[in-house]
């Protein structure tokens, strides 16, 4: 697969995607950055720390299920599900800021910044940092703010400045422009970015920190069944859970990989977030993508149920895995989200975060298609507790 | 020898500092830019940085944040921007104008059918705050072969390696970042900024213009004594939006002469 691309991830390469499009102030942070990396990637006591860490902090492994109810009732692949939400502060999002907190401390920074969508990411830095001793602010968009409250008040539990960003949409992007713009005044401090996406280093290095998923499964469904998975599925905000279950595999070519973005109300623009089926390349917060655009150039407000999907750019090694063809992406809307949150949450008594319910909905799709020798492996990338109220509303319940 | 180069070469023989304010093209109402430019031209600018809007300027501060979306609410894109050089010309502007803007847009447009649209329509280089001189290639070579200028940007925080790199692929000045910080006026001047600058000059012979958080008369009187160039935008930009329609090009003219006025005086230079 990756002979016949220009493939140099380690200059932020993936074919024509990636690269370093910062300004020049945070140039000498991100190399400084980017030499650490490199350094501590290969260094046997920093991973047993990390992986110490994941064993006795974020509860790591975390289990492979076996979903027989939604099995029976889809009646067609066998769907294994990969229980991130079972995690400390419940998403894989602890496995990216575990990784790159414990980095920021070996380089001695004493200042986190952070960016959030659906407050996932940024309460798992606001509990590493408290695990760790660091300052931490982290930048949320106001209209965020207001859809995912228990996140709010649970970062401010853990010692975090949240700070609410009234910009554009005041959803992720904003945030991140915020958070870059700390960076760029404090560049002293360290950027913890929360997904697969802007410049080089982050996409290789939020890849490496969640390619434990794609790992642990492997093992896991090998030993569970005795074969690899059919179809792996993972919902695709920026990307990194779905990067993180997608690169283990990456080279088994059987296993057919499958992104699920954000339908939103359906593919008009301003109405949802699917990249792939509504945006083209384009270059966005240090980035070369696939972006939700306008004709002009100006990055387009985007729309998705679940806030951490609710993104314009997709991270660059999934665009370069689409037009490479070795992953195939779709998306689910609001609605059929919200049908495969109800669904997991019946068959399974499992509460899926929104964002994963994206990946349940392809499942609900796919599964009746397939034999029932067939496995689906799917990323249950965080439990859906902090998205209750916003499924109350929906649904008309008041609470 | 770019107009750009031209202009800083007659002001060092004159022992001035060159005097570059900004507007956001289509701030505050979509056709000021053709009013405003003019005014600062009568109040003793060098040359004009011409910002055109995008939707998320992660370099920029509150103002100019606040200008772009007003002016992108004002419907300007990139074609009202080629056309209002076009008129700019037109009218009689003789100084460099720079275009400055983020790289999606011009990206979008097509690097090297925009640069070649900017010289029709009379540009003279370009200042785009995200695209590092790594990502640079294409933009390079589409403004050396349309002999346009492409100003890099150097911070504080850039080592001597890099300054001697980015020094080596700028053309018409450097353009000097005053701060560790987005654009947006400022109280003080950073106090590194003279040893920021006395490292650039070790790597380059280049022509340095000063820009991030000038923002008053004081500003560019210490500047004149440190660099070649004064970069003025976001204070600005304030004045023009505290003022009402039909005082703006009047206040404008005046902000810029106090700012000539006083890099002048810096300058010891008595017309």
């Not at chain 1, 392809?362 to 249950?380: C, F, G, Q, W, Y």
Request: charged share 20%; hydrophobic share 45%; proline share 4%.
């Amino acid at each position: 697969m990756t002979d016949h691309v220009v493939l140099d991830e380690l200059n932020g390469r993936y074919g024509d995607f990636g690269g370093r499009y910062v300004p020049e102030t945070l140039v000498a942070a991100i190399e400084e950055l980017t030499e650490a990396f490199f350094r501590i990637r290969t260094d046997p006591e920093f991973q047993a720390e990390l992986a110490h860490l994941h064993r006795t902090y974020t509860g790591r492994p975390t289990a492979l299920t076996f979903a027989r109810r939604l099995t029976e009732e889809l009646g067609g692949a066998q769907i294994w599900l990969k229980r991130e939400d079972l995690t400390h502060t419940g998403a894989h999002k602890i496995n990216n800021a575990l990784g790159q907190g414990l980095l920021a401390k070996r380089m001695g920074k004493q200042r986190i910044i952070a960016e959030t969508g659906a407050g996932q990411h940024g309460v798992a830095t606001a509990a590493v940092c408290a695990l760790l001793g660091l300052q931490c602010v982290v930048y949320m968009g106001t209209e965020d703010m207001e859809r995912q409250k228990p996140n709010v008040f649970r970062m401010r539990l853990l010692g975090a400045d949240v700070r609410g960003v009234n910009t554009g949409a005041k959803t992720l992007k904003d945030a991140v422009n915020e958070a870059m713009r700390d960076w760029v005044s404090n560049p002293d401090s360290y950027y913890l970015l929360g997904s697969a996406l802007g410049p080089h280093p982050y996409p290789l290095m939020v890849r490496e920190f969640q390619s434990i998923i794609g790992i642990e499964a492997r093992e896991q469904i090998l030993a569970a069944t005795g074969k690899l998975p059919d179809t792996i599925i993972a919902c695709v905000g920026g990307g990194s859970n779905a990067i993180g279950i997608f690169h283990p595999f990456i080279n088994d070519e059987s296993v057919d990989l499958r992104g699920v973005e954000a339908g939103g109300h359906g593919i008009e623009p301003g109405r949802h977030a699917a990249r792939f089926a509504g945006g083209r390349l384009g270059v966005f917060q240090g980035t070369r993508s696939y972006v939700l655009q306008n004709s002009d150039g100006q990055i387009a407000n985007t729309h998705s149920i679940s806030a951490g999907l609710d993104y314009a750019a997709v991270g660059p090694e999934h665009a370069w895995l689409h037009d490479e063809e070795r992953a195939f992406y779709t998306y689910a809307t609001d609605e059929e989200a919200l049908n495969g949150f109800q669904l997991l949450c019946r068959t399974e008594g499992i509460i899926p975060a929104l964002e994963s319910s994206h990946a349940i909905a392809e499942a609900v799709r796919l599964a009746p298609t397939m034999s029932k020798e067939s496995i689906i492996l799917v990323n249950l990338s965080g439990r859906g507790d902090k998205d209750i109220f916003t499924v109350a509303d929906v649904l008309g319940v008041q609470m | 020898m770019s107009r750009i180069a031209q202009t800083f070469e007659r002001l060092a023989s004159q022992g001035r500092t060159a005097l570059m304010p900004f507007l956001t093209i289509g701030y505050p109402e979509r056709d000021s830019a053709l009013s405003l430019a003019q005014a600062l031209v009568a109040g003793g600018a060098d040359m004009l940085e011409l910002g055109m809007p995008f939707s998320d300027p992660l370099a920029d501060g509150a103002t100019i944040q606040r200008t772009t979306d007003i002016a992108l609410a004002n419907g300007v894109d990139l074609e009202f921007c080629l056309e209002t050089v076009r008129q700019l010309r037109a009218a009689g502007l003789s100084i460099p104008l720079l275009l400055m803007g983020y790289f999606n847009p011009m990206f979008q447009y097509g690097v090297e059918r925009f640069v070649a649209a900017a010289k029709a329509a009379g540009a003279d280089g370009f200042i785009v705050p995200d695209l590092p001189p790594e990502e640079a290639q294409e933009f390079h070579a589409a403004t050396k072969a349309h002999e346009l200028d492409l100003v890099f940007l150097l911070a504080p925080t850039s080592t001597d390696a890099r300054i001697a790199k980015v020094a080596g692929l700028s053309s018409g000045f450097i353009y000097c970042v005053a701060l560790r910080g987005v654009t947006g006026a400022r109280a003080a001047l950073a106090d590194d900024l003279g040893d920021f600058l006395a490292r650039v000059r070790q790597h380059s012979q280049l022509p340095r213009a000063v820009g991030f958080g000038i923002s008053k008369p004081e500003h560019v009187a210490s500047v004149a004594t440190m660099a070649e160039g004064a970069i003025c935008a976001s204070a600005l930009l304030d004045y023009i939006g505290s003022l009402p329609n039909d005082q703006q090009a009047a206040g404008a003219q005046q902000f810029v002469q106090k700012l000539r006025d006083a890099a002048d005086q810096a300058n010891g230079y008595h017309q």
